[in-house]
């Protein structure tokens, strides 16, 4: 052993807890008091080193244009300093803690990170890879961090980085291993899509090899309009061994003392994707009614799947007591569509009343003398109008049923059916619908509850029921093949080349194009709803409405 090995100092035992919280946008008081508890309660246990929160815990995540005002960038870095000094108020001045804020450098706003310690910042960190796809436009608001920030507790050495800037290899991951730190905080605000998770997993393991360091990787948690913030953070060793992996979509403090002492976790734990889809959607709609204000939710209850899915999801968010559900037959509806709809209320508890719709239509029908497909929009907006008179007198807030597959193609009535707040189901395609709907039945069952969905809702035809005998199949292929054809054209950006190989029909190819290019004008003046795949409508995916381009 070397003389400079005899004398490098020995690391202590260091204990760390990771953050995952659920802060909300702007509100910065409450933000604060929800990290000064996680502090307190961290510490309550036992004595803490190191307490690292998620990217921008302090104004909740994103922030969008709150980053260009003076007002809140002041607030922000005010409630920063002001922070050290509660914590240490607290008696939990003696732990280090890591928290993302936003902080106004000489060029401007920055997606920062503080260190806290002894009622003093004594670090910050300005993020140095600013992402500009997909759902960030942090190049529009956040100037570039170019320096590293380290720091030594118990003479382990601590490099920051801060989200994008572990999804990309040099930066903060190799200035990292030039210093030689042996642990890598990152904080993050990652949102949530299917099969995201074990992205993430693959993505620590290889910046902890690369940069030689542990992986500190904590996550928010919570819903932000769209987005959806699902957790999962973890502790990944130098040598890419999983050592510690928080759970998805609920809120925790993790605890782990490094280095660390036990088997690493071979594989991450195997969760059932539906399952994790589902409580996506749930926590999702559970925080945009609840940081938005509202107390209830309204729906109007089809008996067809979509309205049971959402109702089904908005009484394991709120509880039935929230949750309302309008019936509205017209003279095309079924029986057994006004049946299953009650069906849906007595399995979940929720409260439904039937307004028909058929009077008004007659009114309607007798002023304007519409027939054809304007009779039928006409019974959408009918509906639409209703729901919304409900929402404005009661203080309901609207959801809207759409899924994506049907959004995609403008199978959906503006003012009509599109009318609400929030849209839980708008980037879920039809098929995954069904699945989702026959998960929770199932999931019900294996605890030895009450299916919540109508198996006749599951098995029957789809249909919008605004003409005789009408079927979604009238307009539309079969979901599958709709759906696969979507899943190329939306999501991969697939061209008409691209899905003829593929072995699609060129005619059906042409139509569902064309009906998804046209339909784009309702996309965005649909409701917001939760993101859950890598390309949603709206801030995933950005085309121009006025649009010639064919292909």
């Known amino acids: 052993m070397d003389s400079e090995e005899t004398h ?7 204990s760390v807890v990771l953050a995952q919280v659920n802060p909300t946008v702007g509100d910065i008081h409450a933000n604060t008091r929800l990290i000064r508890d996680s502090v307190t309660s961290a510490m309550k246990t036992a004595s803490v080193d190191l307490i690292l929160f998620g990217e921008m815990v302090l104004t909740g995540y994103p922030i969008e244009d709150l980053a260009l005002r003076k007002d809140f960038q002041q607030a922000s870095m005010a409630a920063i300093s002001k922070l050290a000094v509660d914590l240490e108020t607290d008696g939990n001045g003696e732990a280090y803690v890591i928290v993302g804020y936003l902080d106004v450098g000489t060029a401007g706003p920055t997606n920062s ?3 806290l310690h002894g009622g003093h910042v004594v670090g910050t960190y300005a993020k140095h890879f600013l992402p500009n796809y997909g759902v960030f436009d942090e190049a529009r608001y956040f100037h570039q961090g170019n320096k590293p920030l380290l720091f030594e507790v118990k003479n382990h050495l601590i490099a920051i980085a801060i989200c994008e800037d572990l999804w990309r290899s040099g930066g903060p991951v190799q200035w990292a291993r030039d210093a030689g730190a042996d642990i890598l905080a990152v904080l993050n605000a990652s949102p949530y899509e299917c099969g995201k998770e074990n992205v993430r997993i693959d993505l620590c393991r290889d910046r902890a090899q690369e940069s030689g360091a542990t992986i500190l990787y904590t ?7 769209e987005l959806l913030f699902d957790g999962g953070s973890m502790v990944v060793s130098p040598t890419g061994d999983v050592q510690l992996q928080g759970a998805q979509n609920i809120e925790e403090l993790l605890h782990i003392t490094l280095p660390y002492v036990g088997e690493p976790l071979e594989f991450a734990p195997i969760i059932d994707p539906l399952e994790t889809t589902y409580n996506a959607l749930t926590l999702s709609l559970r925080d945009y009614v609840e940081k938005n204000g509202f107390n209830t939710v309204i729906f109007g209850a089809s008996g067809g799947i979509d309205s049971a899915l959402v109702g089904a999801i908005a009484v394991d968010a709120l509880g039935p007591d929230r949750v309302f559900a309008c019936a509205m037959p017209s003279q095309y509806s079924s029986e057994h569509s006004i049946a299953d709809a009650y069906s849906l209320a007595q399995r979940t508890g929720l409260s439904i009343r039937t307004i ?4 008004m239509m007659e009114t309607f029908l007798e002023q304007l003398g519409v027939t054809g497909l304007a009779e039928e929009n006409l019974q959408a907006r ?13 203080g309901h807030l609207v959801l809207a049923p759409g899924n994506k597959s049907e959004l995609a193609v403008g199978y959906s009535t503006i003012y009509g059916d599109a009318v609400g707040g929030f849209a839980p189901i708008k980037d879920i395609p039809k098929t995954l619908v069904w699945a989702l709907a ?3 039945n199932e999931a019900a069952i294996s605890t030895g509850g009450t299916p919540p969905i109508p198996s006749s809702s599951i098995e029957k035809e789809p249909s919008a029921e605004l003409r005789p005998d009408q079927l979604d199949t009238d307009s539309l292929p079969d979901y599958k093949i709709l759906d696969a054809i979507l899943e190329m054209y939306v999501d991969q950006d697939a061209s008409i080349a691209d899905l003829e190989a593929e072995g699609f029909d060129s005619t059906l190819i042409h139509q569902i194009i064309s009906l998804t290019d046209r339909a784009e004008y309702k996309r965005r003046q649909y409701p917001p709803g939760t993101k859950i795949s890598s390309k949603s409508f709206g801030r995933d995916r950005r085309l121009p409405i006025t649009n010639r381009w064919k292909g």
Do not use: C, F, H, Y
């Open 8 to 14: 490098r100092p020995v690391k202590s035992p260091l």
């Open 113 to 115: 990170a503080a260190v």
């Open 219 to 225: 996550n928010i948690v919570g819903g932000q309009d």
């Open 356 to 359: 028909p719709i058929a009077p």
């Open 382 to 394: 009918v509906r639409g109008t209703t729901l919304m008179a409900l929402s404005n007198s009661e």
């Open 438 to 440: 026959r998960w929770r």
